[in-house]
Nanobody, 124 residues
Framework: QVQLVESGGGLVQAGGSLRLSCAAS????????MGWFRQAPGKEREFVAA????????YYADSVKGRFTISRDNAKNMVYLQMNSLKPEDTAVYYC?????????????????WGQGTQVTVSS
Protein backbone atom coordinates (compact mmCIF):
# COMPACT_ATOMS: atom_id res chain seq x y z
CA GLN A 1 0.00 0.00 0.00
CA VAL A 2 1.03 3.56 -0.72
CA GLN A 3 -0.64 6.48 1.00
CA LEU A 4 -0.63 9.85 -0.74
CA VAL A 5 -1.48 13.22 0.77
CA GLU A 6 -1.62 16.37 -1.33
CA SER A 7 -1.22 19.91 -0.06
CA GLY A 8 -0.59 23.39 -1.36
CA GLY A 9 -3.84 24.16 -3.12
CA GLY A 10 -5.68 27.42 -2.69
CA LEU A 11 -7.10 30.52 -4.32
CA VAL A 12 -4.86 32.52 -6.63
CA GLN A 13 -5.35 35.23 -9.23
CA ALA A 14 -4.78 34.55 -12.89
CA GLY A 15 -1.09 34.79 -13.69
CA GLY A 16 -0.10 33.69 -10.23
CA SER A 17 1.71 30.59 -9.03
CA LEU A 18 1.14 27.69 -6.67
CA ARG A 19 3.25 24.73 -5.67
CA LEU A 20 1.47 21.49 -4.92
CA SER A 21 3.12 18.83 -2.80
CA CYS A 22 2.36 15.16 -2.46
CA ALA A 23 3.71 13.21 0.49
CA ALA A 24 3.96 9.45 0.04
CA SER A 25 4.24 6.77 2.67
CA UNK A 26 4.16 3.01 2.67
CA UNK A 27 6.10 1.00 0.14
CA UNK A 28 9.34 2.07 -1.47
CA UNK A 29 8.47 5.36 -3.09
CA UNK A 30 11.27 5.21 -5.61
CA UNK A 31 9.68 2.14 -7.24
CA UNK A 32 6.69 4.15 -8.39
CA UNK A 33 5.99 6.42 -11.28
CA MET A 34 4.03 9.45 -10.14
CA GLY A 35 1.38 11.50 -11.83
CA TRP A 36 -0.72 14.58 -11.27
CA PHE A 37 -4.29 14.67 -12.52
CA ARG A 38 -7.08 17.18 -12.16
CA GLN A 39 -10.83 17.17 -12.27
CA ALA A 40 -13.04 20.19 -12.77
CA PRO A 41 -16.76 20.14 -11.89
CA GLY A 42 -18.74 18.24 -14.49
CA LYS A 43 -15.63 17.07 -16.31
CA GLU A 44 -13.66 13.85 -16.42
CA ARG A 45 -10.40 13.48 -14.58
CA GLU A 46 -7.57 14.52 -16.89
CA PHE A 47 -3.84 14.03 -17.01
CA VAL A 48 -1.62 16.94 -16.03
CA ALA A 49 1.94 15.64 -15.62
CA ALA A 50 3.94 12.51 -14.82
CA UNK A 51 7.45 11.62 -13.78
CA UNK A 52 9.32 8.32 -13.85
CA UNK A 53 10.69 6.79 -10.66
CA UNK A 54 14.20 7.89 -11.53
CA UNK A 55 13.03 11.40 -12.48
CA UNK A 56 14.81 10.76 -15.78
CA UNK A 57 11.75 11.70 -17.82
CA UNK A 58 8.78 13.97 -17.37
CA TYR A 59 5.58 14.28 -19.36
CA TYR A 60 3.00 17.03 -19.59
CA ALA A 61 -0.42 17.68 -21.01
CA ASP A 62 -0.29 20.17 -23.85
CA SER A 63 -2.48 22.55 -21.86
CA VAL A 64 0.14 22.96 -19.11
CA LYS A 65 3.38 22.49 -21.02
CA GLY A 66 5.75 25.38 -20.37
CA ARG A 67 3.79 26.54 -17.31
CA PHE A 68 3.86 23.53 -14.95
CA THR A 69 6.85 21.55 -13.72
CA ILE A 70 6.72 18.16 -12.03
CA SER A 71 9.58 17.02 -9.82
CA ARG A 72 10.27 14.48 -7.10
CA ASP A 73 12.57 13.94 -4.16
CA ASN A 74 12.86 10.21 -3.50
CA ALA A 75 14.85 10.78 -0.31
CA LYS A 76 11.90 12.70 1.12
CA ASN A 77 9.14 10.63 -0.52
CA MET A 78 7.76 13.77 -2.10
CA VAL A 79 6.51 14.79 -5.51
CA TYR A 80 5.79 18.38 -6.49
CA LEU A 81 3.88 20.31 -9.11
CA GLN A 82 5.05 23.88 -9.63
CA MET A 83 2.29 25.78 -11.41
CA ASN A 84 3.08 29.16 -12.95
CA SER A 85 1.08 31.54 -15.13
CA LEU A 86 -2.13 30.04 -13.82
CA LYS A 87 -5.32 30.50 -15.80
CA PRO A 88 -8.97 30.28 -14.70
CA GLU A 89 -9.27 27.07 -16.75
CA ASP A 90 -6.70 25.47 -14.42
CA THR A 91 -9.33 25.53 -11.66
CA ALA A 92 -9.90 21.96 -10.48
CA VAL A 93 -9.24 19.46 -7.76
CA TYR A 94 -5.69 18.20 -8.25
CA TYR A 95 -4.82 14.61 -7.43
CA CYS A 96 -1.51 12.89 -6.93
CA UNK A 97 -1.31 9.27 -8.12
CA UNK A 98 1.21 6.43 -7.99
CA UNK A 99 1.86 3.61 -10.43
CA UNK A 100 4.29 0.79 -9.76
CA UNK A 101 7.00 0.28 -12.32
CA UNK A 102 9.19 2.25 -14.68
CA UNK A 103 6.60 3.20 -17.26
CA UNK A 104 4.29 6.15 -16.65
CA UNK A 105 1.11 6.85 -18.56
CA UNK A 106 -1.52 9.53 -19.09
CA UNK A 107 -4.31 7.05 -18.35
CA UNK A 108 -5.70 7.50 -14.84
CA UNK A 109 -6.99 3.93 -14.77
CA UNK A 110 -3.39 2.66 -14.84
CA UNK A 111 -2.56 4.32 -11.50
CA UNK A 112 -3.16 2.25 -8.41
CA UNK A 113 -2.95 4.73 -5.56
CA TRP A 114 -4.56 8.14 -5.26
CA GLY A 115 -4.54 11.00 -2.80
CA GLN A 116 -7.66 12.77 -1.60
CA GLY A 117 -7.07 15.81 -3.79
CA THR A 118 -6.42 19.49 -3.19
CA GLN A 119 -8.54 22.33 -4.58
CA VAL A 120 -6.95 24.91 -6.86
CA THR A 121 -9.06 27.92 -7.77
CA VAL A 122 -7.80 30.57 -10.19
CA SER A 123 -9.78 33.80 -10.30
CA SER A 124 -9.89 36.01 -13.36
Amino acid sequence: QVQLVESGGGLVQAGGSLRLSCAASGRTFSNYGMGWFRQAPGKEREFVAAIRWSASSTYYADSVKGRFTISRDNAKNMVYLQMNSLKPEDTAVYYCAAKEGYIVTMQPTRYTYWGQGTQVTVSS
